[in-house]
Nanobody, 125 residues
Framework: QVQLVESGGGLVQPGGSLRLSCAASGFTLGDYAIAWFRQAPGKEREGVSC????????SYADSVKGRFTISRDNAQNMVYLQMNSLKPEDTAIYYC??????????????????WGQGTQVTVSS
Protein backbone atom coordinates (compact mmCIF):
# COMPACT_ATOMS: atom_id res chain seq x y z
CA GLN A 1 0.00 0.00 0.00
CA VAL A 2 1.45 3.33 -1.08
CA GLN A 3 1.73 5.81 1.75
CA LEU A 4 3.23 9.29 2.05
CA VAL A 5 3.44 10.93 5.47
CA GLU A 6 4.62 14.50 5.87
CA SER A 7 6.11 15.97 9.03
CA GLY A 8 8.14 18.95 10.14
CA GLY A 9 5.59 21.71 9.82
CA GLY A 10 4.92 24.24 12.54
CA LEU A 11 4.96 27.88 13.53
CA VAL A 12 8.05 29.89 12.62
CA GLN A 13 8.89 33.57 12.61
CA PRO A 14 9.56 35.43 9.36
CA GLY A 15 13.12 34.82 8.26
CA GLY A 16 13.22 31.46 9.96
CA SER A 17 13.71 27.97 8.56
CA LEU A 18 11.89 24.66 8.55
CA ARG A 19 12.68 21.28 7.07
CA LEU A 20 9.74 19.25 5.90
CA SER A 21 10.03 15.50 5.57
CA CYS A 22 7.93 13.01 3.65
CA ALA A 23 8.23 9.35 4.57
CA ALA A 24 7.35 7.05 1.70
CA SER A 25 6.37 3.41 1.96
CA GLY A 26 4.84 0.68 -0.17
CA PHE A 27 6.79 1.43 -3.32
CA THR A 28 10.28 2.11 -4.67
CA LEU A 29 10.83 5.84 -4.36
CA GLY A 30 13.57 5.82 -6.99
CA ASP A 31 10.99 5.00 -9.69
CA TYR A 32 9.01 8.17 -9.06
CA ALA A 33 9.32 11.87 -9.60
CA ILE A 34 8.59 13.78 -6.41
CA ALA A 35 7.04 17.15 -5.72
CA TRP A 36 5.96 19.48 -2.98
CA PHE A 37 2.75 21.47 -3.33
CA ARG A 38 1.10 23.91 -0.98
CA GLN A 39 -2.36 25.28 -0.45
CA ALA A 40 -3.17 28.43 1.44
CA PRO A 41 -6.70 29.19 2.73
CA GLY A 42 -8.95 30.29 -0.10
CA LYS A 43 -6.34 29.58 -2.75
CA GLU A 44 -5.70 26.80 -5.23
CA ARG A 45 -3.05 24.19 -4.62
CA GLU A 46 0.21 25.28 -6.22
CA GLY A 47 3.46 23.57 -7.02
CA VAL A 48 6.47 24.57 -4.97
CA SER A 49 9.23 22.27 -6.14
CA CYS A 50 9.75 18.97 -7.94
CA UNK A 51 12.56 16.57 -8.76
CA UNK A 52 12.88 13.90 -11.42
CA UNK A 53 13.86 10.35 -10.62
CA UNK A 54 16.25 9.89 -13.52
CA UNK A 55 18.82 12.66 -13.24
CA UNK A 56 17.63 14.55 -10.19
CA UNK A 57 16.72 17.67 -12.13
CA UNK A 58 14.77 20.14 -10.06
CA SER A 59 12.23 22.88 -10.62
CA TYR A 60 11.08 25.61 -8.28
CA ALA A 61 8.25 28.08 -8.28
CA ASP A 62 9.53 31.61 -8.78
CA SER A 63 8.22 32.57 -5.36
CA VAL A 64 10.57 30.13 -3.59
CA LYS A 65 13.66 30.09 -5.81
CA GLY A 66 16.80 30.62 -3.81
CA ARG A 67 15.02 29.92 -0.53
CA PHE A 68 13.71 26.36 -0.78
CA THR A 69 15.61 23.17 -1.64
CA ILE A 70 14.07 19.82 -2.51
CA SER A 71 15.98 16.62 -1.93
CA ARG A 72 15.44 12.89 -1.77
CA ASP A 73 17.05 9.86 -0.17
CA ASN A 74 15.94 6.85 -2.18
CA ALA A 75 17.69 4.41 0.13
CA GLN A 76 15.74 5.72 3.10
CA ASN A 77 12.56 6.38 1.10
CA MET A 78 12.51 9.98 2.25
CA VAL A 79 11.74 13.27 0.54
CA TYR A 80 12.69 16.64 2.03
CA LEU A 81 11.97 20.31 1.55
CA GLN A 82 14.38 22.71 3.23
CA MET A 83 12.74 26.10 3.59
CA ASN A 84 14.83 29.13 4.49
CA SER A 85 14.08 32.84 4.77
CA LEU A 86 10.44 32.06 5.30
CA LYS A 87 7.85 34.73 4.64
CA PRO A 88 4.26 35.11 5.88
CA GLU A 89 3.07 34.35 2.35
CA ASP A 90 4.63 30.89 2.65
CA THR A 91 1.93 30.01 5.16
CA ALA A 92 0.01 27.01 3.82
CA ILE A 93 -0.54 23.30 4.12
CA TYR A 94 2.34 21.55 2.37
CA TYR A 95 1.85 18.26 0.57
CA CYS A 96 4.31 15.81 -0.94
CA UNK A 97 3.27 13.92 -4.06
CA UNK A 98 4.72 11.35 -6.44
CA UNK A 99 4.23 10.25 -10.02
CA UNK A 100 5.55 7.07 -11.61
CA UNK A 101 8.18 7.27 -14.31
CA UNK A 102 9.80 10.45 -13.30
CA UNK A 103 11.91 11.41 -16.28
CA UNK A 104 10.38 14.85 -15.94
CA UNK A 105 8.39 16.63 -13.28
CA UNK A 106 5.77 19.32 -13.34
CA UNK A 107 3.49 21.41 -11.15
CA UNK A 108 0.33 19.90 -12.62
CA UNK A 109 -1.61 18.37 -9.76
CA UNK A 110 -3.49 15.76 -11.79
CA UNK A 111 -0.24 14.24 -12.99
CA UNK A 112 0.57 13.08 -9.46
CA UNK A 113 -0.89 9.74 -8.44
CA UNK A 114 -0.27 9.70 -4.71
CA TRP A 115 -0.43 12.41 -2.08
CA GLY A 116 0.35 12.79 1.57
CA GLN A 117 -2.10 14.21 4.10
CA GLY A 118 -0.25 17.51 4.42
CA THR A 119 1.57 19.41 7.14
CA GLN A 120 0.75 22.94 8.25
CA VAL A 121 3.39 25.65 7.96
CA THR A 122 2.62 29.00 9.58
CA VAL A 123 4.98 31.94 9.25
CA SER A 124 4.08 34.68 11.66
CA SER A 125 5.61 36.93 14.28
Amino acid sequence: QVQLVESGGGLVQPGGSLRLSCAASGFTLGDYAIAWFRQAPGKEREGVSCMTSTDGSTSYADSVKGRFTISRDNAQNMVYLQMNSLKPEDTAIYYCAITYGGFYCSFTTYEYEYWGQGTQVTVSS
